[in-house]
């Protein structure tokens, strides 16, 4: 496989890349080295250039060498376009049309064509689909960040209106027009990216970046570091909640001296430590870096916080380890309570260096404090809710240690290698199409958790067994949204649905001919709106006791999700009834309430697709083990419970037809398949 990255934004070289050096040149530089890096460990992997743009000038002459080796497979290649000189990311637009010239003629003159271009950041995706247009490589997409998301999240704060209009121009044709989109979180994939016009979330892919946290489950304090923070405090022993992030606005750092000098019983806890960039003079900071750090100033002031807020004027890159671990040894807690963070790579370095985590719940993080388990989510514009999980997690006894082993599992969860080796599986597969059935003549739709997945021999023994079933249409029934699904099918080499619903069967979406991307059913979509009043649900059982809401990922435009026991979900419906509103409940594993519109559940969606693909109810086989399940097995004439059921399925008295396999998981669904196919009815 040959691969050709697009990376033009900010000052690109294979060695020590001066990160800061411009505004642009950021995150997404060490995001590629490192993704390169790893992919050139794959042997299925020949050759991989980042094309990059030339310019010489101030930045030095590394940015001017046309080709740069970075390691035997792996290199950089530099083309000049219109204008000779460094331009920042906002001026870019200008060089589309030179730069996509140029790599079409590299292309020509290469011995073998890339098997496809990768594009980072909206302007290379511009130039990526003139190149398809031209030679007809398909490509993918990664974003970074998204200018939407940053002009919602900055509102009137946000910088030059017209660049950032540019900027979210091309990224609609980078989603129209990607094969693939791999974003790094299920929020960026589900939330961020569902304000574009163009978006469709069967073209994403949640892929989480890579992390190198070796040197931060090593940090250290450091003499020289602790004392030039004890020498801002009065009591320098006290716990330290700490926050690292430069002065610019969507990093909300006022938000967080505002909740400590709003909240006296926090002062009285913790002391306040501000490591915000490095400074010289104030007013040789530039793009709104001054003011912000003129207002957290003010602040500081303001509550007259002296002697329990340290705000040191620089610090050296390598202190970061130093600085994670002076706020270990105190007991402390790091805090991100930025407007929105895309990612939150800081968040991952802290937890390694054993601190739990207070951070914002827009954007990456809820995704990291899901998977990891270490910290509160808090939204950013509460001062007394960021004030209040910090005192929690001070004073609740066992939080801490909870979150600090959440924590310790942030480096096996973010992974190169990992990242690579399912990237490489997307790539490989957009090259050799595995086209979706096109007239099966049976379908099976498993649930994924503890049917499906949940014992490995037994998803090894269903790869083979289906790789045989000629005429048999494979797909998944789950709570799950698209996105979480598709990541666990992924991560354990499930057999490839060719049609999946999600969120309890409120969407549906079918697998595209390419073979890897899905396209939502869109009259199903238009079916569950019916009598479905989203708002009003939420606010009828917004008063309902004992019922706590899911995340804000598990929330869908269909699906509203909270826990509760059956005494909660009995409430619920009476909430429901009482004000009239139609919703089907669903209550599953003794603790998930699922509350979707009511035509909506696995049963209706299952049948949706039977009707589409114009099968008879008996060629159709279920098989599931949970509560929610129930409505799919009811409505099934062939169901399937596997014998690792919960909810009392087994006796559920509309479920006598079902059939109880003796064997669990997806050996279960196996054995099932083959009862079903021995009784009369399906004797030819
Ligand atoms: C999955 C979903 C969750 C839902 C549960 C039961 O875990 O993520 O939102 O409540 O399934 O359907
Ligand atoms: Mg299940």
Request: proline letters at 6%; one cysteine or more; glycine letters at 8%.
């Amino acid at each position: 496989m040959f691969i050709v990255h697009l990376a033009f934004q900010g000052c690109l070289r294979g060695q020590d890349v001066a990160y800061g050096l411009t505004a642009d040149t950021g995150g997404h530089i060490r995001y590629l080295l490192d993704l390169v890096q790893a992919c050139a460990q794959d042997t299925t992997v020949d050759r991989i250039v980042i094309a990059t743009r030339l310019f010489a000038g101030a930045h030095g002459d590394d940015y001017a060498m046309p080709e740069e080796r970075i390691s035997g497979k792996a290199s950089i290649v530099r083309f000049a376009s219109t204008s000779p000189g460094y331009l920042p990311k906002e001026a870019l637009h200008g060089e589309v049309a030179s730069l996509s010239e140029a790599l079409i003629a590299w292309i020509a003159a290469q011995p073998v064509r890339p098997d496809v271009i990768h594009a980072h950041y909206a302007d290379a995706a511009v130039v990526a689909a003139r190149v398809e247009d031209r030679l007809g490589i398909p490509f993918v997409f990664t974003a970074h960040s998204l200018g939407r998301v940053k002009a919602r999240a900055l509102g009137h704060l946000a910088p030059d209106a017209a660049s950032l209009a540019h900027r979210i121009a091309a990224e609609e044709t980078a989603l129209a027009r990607a094969a693939l989109v791999i974003a790094s979180s299920r929020d960026e994939a589900e939330v961020q990216y569902a304000t574009y016009e163009s978006y469709d979330p069967g073209r994403i892919r949640v892929l989480p970046p890579g992390s190198d946290l070796a040197r931060f489950q090593a940090a250290r304090p450091c003499p020289r570091v602790d004392a030039t923070l004890d020498r801002f405090l009065r009591e320098p022993g006290k716990p330290a909640l700490l926050a690292l992030a430069r002065p610019v606005a969507r990093k909300n750092l006022a938000a967080l001296v505002a909740a400590y000098g709003e909240s006296p019983e926090l002062q009285a806890r913790a002391n306040l430590v501000l490591i915000a960039g490095t400074r010289g003079d104030l007013d040789d900071l530039d793009g709104g870096m001054a003011e912000t750090m003129r207002e957290l100033l003010d602040l500081i002031d303001r509550y007259d916080l002296y002697g329990r807020v340290a705000y040191p004027k620089t610090h050296r890159p390598e202190d970061v380890p130093a600085l994670y671990a002076y706020a270990r040894v105190r007991g402390g807690v790091f805090v991100n309570p930025a407007l929105n963070e895309p990612f939150g790579l800081t968040l991952l370095e802290a937890s390694a260096a054993g601190l739990p985590l207070v951070a914002t719940d827009s954007g990456g993080p809820n995704d990291i404090v899901e998977t990891c388990g270490n910290g509160l989510l808090v939204d950013p514009r509460a001062p007394d809710e960021i004030a209040r999980a910090c005192l929690r997690i001070l004073d609740e006894p066992g939080l801490r240690e909870r979150f600090v082993a959440g924590g310790a599992r942030a480096a096996a969860a973010y992974d190169w290698d990992r990242h690579a080796a399912r990237y490489h599986a997307l790539l490989r597969a957009l090259g050799a199409a595995e086209p979706p059935l096109g007239d099966p003549r049976q379908l099976l739709i498993c649930d994924i958790d503890n049917t499906l997945v949940g014992c490995d021999a037994g998803l090894s023994a269903f790869r083979l067994w289906r790789s045989e079933q000629e005429g048999l249409a494979f797909g998944v029934a789950t709570g799950r949204s698209f996105h979480s699904a598709m990541a666990i099918l992924e991560q354990q080499a499930s057999p490839r649905p060719q049609v999946m619903i999600t969120s309890v069967g409120s969407e549906i979406y079918h697998l595209d001919p390419n073979g890897v991307s899905y396209t939502a059913d869109a009259a199903w979509r238009t079916i569950v709106s019916r009598d479905w009043n989203r708002a009003a649900v939420q606010a009828a059982l917004s008063g309902v006791a004992d019922l706590t809401a899911q995340g804000p990922l598990e929330q869908r435009p269909h699906k509203l999700s909270y826990f509760g026991d059956a005494g909660s979900a009995r409430l619920a419906r009476g909430a429901l009834e009482a004000a009239g509103l139609p919703a089907s409940i669903i209550h599953s594993h003794g603790r998930y309430l699922d509350v979707l519109p009511p035509a909506a559940s696995k049963g209706t969606a299952v049948d949706h697709v039977r009707v589409l693909y114009g099968l008879s109810e008996d060629d159709v086989f279920v098989a599931g083990d949970s509560g929610n399940d129930v409505e799919m097995l009811r409505a099934g004439r062939q169901a399937i419970i596997v014998a690792n059921f919960s909810d009392d399925l087994a006796s559920h008295t509309a479920l006598k037809h079902s059939y109880v396999a003796r064997a669990t998981h997806a050996r279960g669904v196996i054995e099932g398949v083959a009862h079903f196919r021995k009784l009369p009815a399906h004797a030819d």
